[in-house]
């Protein structure tokens, strides 16, 4: 069970006042919420890394965070700041297998579903999609994702190139 | 949850101190005061345009006045916004403000091709003096800004780089402007739009890499 946005929103508010206790709540929810959030969209390999770095952004743009306004769609800007961050530094990963717990298992559904990487990835085109999923995040080569697509190798590289960017300039999209 | 989040979530609450939250309008400020600190160097080193000084400015002056303040002022807010992220909270309005303030350049380019200025029209001489002036106070403005908006989380550098570069370009030429005393629209086509284009591309070629996080 993963808290509330009331309940994230009233211990943000807490911790930017310096209560440790708050934060401390505050941290753990966060890092369940964002181990479901990036769920099937990195390589599983790569999460831990993803959700600490996550939560290091959390902790230094902490004074960033507008208490009049809701807690998750901050946590999402940044999350997905951070994803994108990861996505362009992954090439290979040895792992491809998609652990059970990480299955997305959103708490406050409306909310989620307006700040979700799958809606991120849906704004850019089809193509770009793809191949960023197959590459950036279920690990496939280069020449993979082209005998997959039917995609030209230059192609997969510049879609790739072009998805991440575009993804970036949409981050605070709904 | 794995051992070294555990570790982790610790050290970062062993490490927290009160902070204090950003608030836009502190950024506003300093984008206001610099611009105020240019107004004045201008006046004061270079004197107040003749017109404006006995109270009869001519109303082209208003114009480019009223376009460069908005345009600077709208895109300034979008970039404060910017400092404090949030998934649904992306803004558009800036786009309207350089849509008008293109009709400046657009008119002098029409003008051009309908009847071709003498060269004289565009005084390269003043042009230059009008690009430097308004240039070095642009790089105060957006020094200022890029400095406070470093605090915050802006999740778009590019972006950033591109909007603190026009915003600081335009207020940069609306405090030159009180100086500049030529009204055609061929000299403000060319003259203050160059200094706004490259402001803003200093702007995206500077800045990201000052503010990214």
Request: with cysteine.
């Amino acid at each position: 069970m993963i808290a509330n946005e009331e309940t994230f929103r009233q211990l943000m508010i807490k911790a930017q006042g310096g209560d440790k206790l708050c934060y401390s709540s505050l941290l753990v929810e966060c890092e369940k919420w964002l181990r479901r959030y990036f769920a099937r969209k990195i390589n599983p390999a790569a999460i831990d890394d993803l959700v600490q770095e996550t939560l290091i952004s959390v902790h230094r743009k902490r004074a960033s965070y507008d208490s009049s306004r809701a807690f998750l769609p901050w946590l999402a800007a940044i999350g997905r700041y951070r994803w994108i961050d990861s996505l362009r530094k992954i090439y290979r990963h040895e792992h491809d297998q998609l652990y059970e717990e990480m299955v997305a298992d959103p708490q406050d559904g409306d909310v989620t579903a307006k700040v979700s990487l799958e809606r991120l990835l849906g704004m850019i085109p089809q193509r770009q999609a793809e191949v960023i999923s197959l590459v950036k995040i279920e690990g496939l080569s280069i020449i993979e994702a082209a005998a997959k697509t039917g995609q030209s190798e230059s192609l997969v590289k510049v879609n790739i190139h072009r998805g991440l960017k575009k993804m970036s300039a949409l981050i605070e999209s709904e | 949850m794995s051992g070294s989040a555990n570790h982790l979530i610790e050290g970062l609450v062993e490490g927290l101190e009160p902070v204090r939250t950003l608030n836009p309008k502190r950024g506003l400020a300093i984008v206001g005061g610099l611009t105020l600190i240019a107004g004045i160097a201008v006046a004061t080193m270079l004197g107040v345009r003749n017109d404006l000084m006995i109270g009869m400015a001519d109303e082209m002056f208003f114009l480019r006045s009223g376009v460069l303040l908005m345009l600077g002022i709208a895109t300034a807010i979008t970039v404060v916004n910017m400092a404090r992220p949030g998934v649904g909270k992306l803004s558009r309005g800036w786009i309207w403000a350089l849509i008008t303030a293109a009709l400046f350049p657009l008119t002098a380019a029409i003008m051009s091709a309908i009847n071709m200025p003498p060269a004289e029209a565009f005084r390269p001489m003043e042009g230059l003096k009008c690009l430097t002036v308004s240039g070095i106070a642009a790089l105060a403005i957006g020094s200022g800004l890029t400095l406070w908006l470093r605090q915050g989380a802006p999740t778009s550098p590019e972006r950033a780089g591109w909007l603190v570069g026009i915003a600081s370009g335009a207020l940069g030429a609306a405090a030159y402007n009180l100086h500049c005393p030529f009204n055609d629209i061929y000299y403000i086509g060319l003259w203050f739009t160059t200094t706004v284009v490259a402001s803003a591309i200093l702007g995206r070629l500077v800045v990201p890499r000052l503010i990214r996080w």
